[in-house]
C-alpha cells in the first residue's frame, strides 16, 4: 500500500507546486487583450445575442473559428468558468491553468507508460516547476494551452490502443478513434497543432524502425478509427473550408497556408522562403522557451540559464545511455528527440509570426528527455555499487536529485523572481494592472460605449466588466490614420458626451490621439484628459478624454 502510495505522489506533488505558482497572484500582470480574444464571442452568446463570425461563417449563431487559423474551442471551453467563477480574470486565467494541469498528469502517465515510474515521477515535477509552462498557462498569451491536452493524450492513447490491438480489437478501436478525435480538436483549436502532427509522425518512423515496425500491422488496422476520428474532431475546422470553397472559392484557412508559403505573412510580414534566418530564429525561440526569459512584461526577463545546458547534455548523454537500453526505451527516447527537432524545424514556417509562445506545443518532450537521462545515469552508477539493491535504489534517488537539483532549483527561483518583481511593479504598459483602474472607473461611471481609439482596449475591458461597458474600435488597422478613421471619429464627434480612450505615446499600437485632436479643433472642439490609468511605475498607460466646447479643469486619476 505504501508503495503504490509513493508512485502515485510525484504527479500530485507536481500538481500542488504548479498550482502554488500559479495561482498566486492571478491578477498580475495585467489582463490582457489577446487573453480576452476568444471570449468576447462568448459573451455574446450568454446574453442570447449573436456573436460577430468570422467572414460571416458559423453554424447557426456559434462561431466556429476566431481567425483563419485559430478556432473558438478555447472560448467555448472557457464559458464553463465563467458559470463557476463570473465572467472576468479570474475565469480566464484559471481555464488554461486547468487544462495545464491535466498535462502534468498526462505527461506523467505517458512517461510511466514508456519508461517506468522513476522517469514519470521526474518529469511531472520538471514539467511542473517550468517557468514558460506556468506563466504562459496563468495568461494563455498567443498560447492555445490546451492544445497539450490533446497532442500528449492523443499519444498516450495511441500507445494504449497499439498494445491492446492484438487482444482486445474493438476496445483498441475506440481508443484509436479517441486519440483521433483529441488530434482533430488540436488542429482546430489552432493551426499550430499542425506540427505535432506532423512531429508524431516523425516519432512514430523513428519507433518503427528502432523496434523492427512491431506494430505496423496493428497501426493498419487502427488508422481508419484515426482518420474518422480526426475528421470529428476537426470538423468545425473542415466545416469552415469547405463553406469558403464554396461559397467564395477560397477554403481559407488553406488559403492563407499557401499564401504564407508564397509571400510574407500578412500580420506580421515574415518571409517563410528566408528558411536559414527563420530556422535560427526558431532555434532562439526554443532557447527563450525552454530558459523562460521570455516574460519581459512582467518587469525583468528572468531566466534558468542552466535549462538549455541540461538539456543537451541530456540529449547527448540520454542517447549513449538509451543505446543500453531495452529496444522499446530506446526507440521512444529517440523518438522524443526526433519529435523536439521537427517541432524546432518547423518553427521556421508560420502564417503569422515567429515567437516563443508557439513552442508550447514542445511540452513535454524536454522534461522526457532530461528526465531519462538523469534516471539512467543515475541507475548506471548504483549498478555498480557493491550493496544490497535497496541501497542502491536509494543511491540512485539521491544521485537524481543532485544531478537536477540545480536547474530545478533555478526554474523556481526564475518564477519567484517574477513574483516579487510583479509585487512591485504589477506588469509594464498594456501589461500592466493599469487596465482594472480602467475598467473600473468606466463602469462606476455608467460609460458602456467609449470610443477605442487604439488597439488593447477593447476586448480585455469588456470581458473585465462582464460586458456592461463595450468599447467601439475605430481606430482601424493602418498604420497610419486614413479616411475610414477620420470618417469614423467625425461621426462619433457628433455626440458630445462621447468619451474616448487611448494608450498614451510609450505604450500605443496605432495612435490616433493626434489626428483625432486635429479633428475635434476642426469641430470647434477642446480635447481635455477626464481620467488617467498610471500603471505603479507612475507612469500613463490609459487615457480617457472628451472633446468638450471648453477645456475642463484637471483630469482625475488613480
Not at 486547468?98 to 506523467?108: A, D, G, K
Not at 487482444?167 to 486519440?179: D, I, K, L
Request: aromatic share 12%; charged share 15%.
Amino acid at each position: 500500500m505504501l508503495r503504490r502510495i509513493a508512485l502515485a505522489l510525484p504527479p500530485w506533488v507536481g500538481l500542488g507546486l504548479f498550482l502554488a505558482i500559479a495561482l498566486h497572484q492571478l491578477d498580475l500582470p495585467g489582463f490582457y487583450y489577446d487573453e480576452a480574444l476568444d471570449l468576447t464571442p462568448m459573451l455574446h452568446l450568454m446574453r442570447g445575442e449573436p456573436p460577430d463570425l468570422l467572414r460571416g461563417i458559423g453554424i447557426g449563431r456559434y462561431p466556429v473559428m476566431l481567425l483563419d487559423y485559430m478556432g473558438s474551442l478555447g472560448g467555448y471551453l472557457t464559458v464553463p468558468f465563467f458559470w463557476v467563477f463570473g465572467v472576468g480574470h479570474v475565469a480566464a486565467r484559471v481555464q488554461p491553468i486547468f487544462f495545464s494541469c491535466v498535462t502534468i498528469l498526462l505527461s506523467w502517465w505517458l512517461a510511466r507508460r514508456w519508461f517506468g515510474n522513476g522517469v514519470a515521477a521526474i518529469a511531472a515535477l520538471l514539467l511542473a516547476a517550468q517557468p514558460s509552462f506556468i506563466w504562459f498557462s496563468r495568461q494563455g498569451i498567443s498560447v492555445t494551452s490546451v492544445m497539450t491536452v490533446f497532442s500528449v493524450g492523443a499519444t498516450l492513447l495511441l500507445d494504449v490502443a497499439l498494445q491492446q490491438e492484438a487482444s482486445q480489437p474493438n476496445r483498441a478501436r475506440f481508443v484509436a478513434f479517441a486519440a483521433g478525435v483529441l488530434l482533430g480538436l488540436g488542429l482546430w483549436a489552432k493551426f499550430l497543432f499542425l506540427r505535432w502532427l506532423v512531429a508524431l509522425v516523425v516519432m512514430g518512423l523513428v519507433i518503427g524502425a528502432l523496434t523492427q515496425w512491431r506494430y505496423a500491422a496493428a497501426l493498419k488496422r487502427l488508422l481508419p478509427s484515426v482518420v474518422l476520428g480526426f475528421v470529428l474532431g476537426a470538423a468545425p475546422l473542415i466545416y469552415y473550408n469547405l463553406v469558403g470553397l464554396i461559397r467564395d472559392g477560397h477554403p481559407w484557412t488553406l488559403t492563407l497556408l499557401l499564401q504564407s508559403l508564397q509571400q510574407p505573412t500578412q500580420q506580421f510580414g515574415v518571409n517563410n522562403l528566408d528558411v536559414l534566418n527563420n530556422l535560427r530564429k526558431a532555434i532562439e525561440d526554443v532557447r527563450v522557451f525552454v530558459d523562460g526569459s521570455y516574460f519581459w512584461y512582467n518587469g525583468i526577463p528572468f531566466s534558468n540559464v542552466y535549462a538549455v545546458p541540461t538539456l543537451l547534455i541530456a540529449i547527448g548523454a540520454g542517447s549513449l545511455l538509451a543505446l543500453q537500453r531495452p529496444g522499446a526505451e530506446r526507440a521512444r527516447f529517440f523518438a522524443a528527440i526526433a519529435g523536439l527537432a521537427a517541432i524546432t524545424v518547423q518553427g521556421a514556417f508560420t502564417v503569422s509570426g515567429l515567437w516563443s509562445t508557439h513552442h508550447f506545443i514542445l511540452l513535454p518532450l524536454p522534461q522526457l528527455v532530461v528526465a531519462c537521462a538523469a534516471v539512467w545515469l543515475a541507475q548506471a552508477a548504483a549498478a555498480r555499487l557493491p550493496v544490497a539493491a535497496k541501497a542502491r535504489t536509494a543511491f540512485a534517488g539521491a544521485m537524481v536529485i543532485a544531478l537536477l537539483a540545480l536547474p530545478f532549483s533555478r526554474d523556481l527561483w526564475v518564477s519567484a523572481q517574477h513574483h516579487a518583481t510583479l509585487a512591485r511593479t504589477g506588469g509594464s504598459g498594456r501589461f500592466s494592472d493599469a487596465v482594472y483602474k480602467l475598467a473600473r472607473w468606466l463602469d462606476e461611471q455608467g460609460i458602456t460605449q467609449p470610443i477605442a481609439l487604439d488597439w488593447g482596449i477593447e476586448r480585455n475591458v469588456r470581458v473585465l466588466t462582464a460586458d456592461r461597458v463595450r468599447p467601439v474600435e475605430i481606430f482601424g488597422y493602418a498604420p497610419e490614420a486614413d479616411e475610414g478613421f477620420r470618417q469614423r471619429a467625425l461621426s462619433a464627434l457628433q455626440d458630445p458626451e462621447r468619451y474616448y480612450i487611448v494608450l498614451w505615446d510609450r505604450f500605443a499600437v496605432y495612435n490616433r490621439r493626434q489626428p483625432f485632436t486635429e479633428l475635434a479643433h476642426q469641430l470647434g472642439r477642446e480635447v481635455v484628459e477626464v481620467f488617467i490609468a498610471h500603471e505603479r511605475s507612475g507612469l500613463p498607460v490609459y487615457v480617457v478624454l472628451q472633446a468638450r466646447q471648453k477645456p475642463n479643469s484637471n483630469p482625475a486619476t488613480d
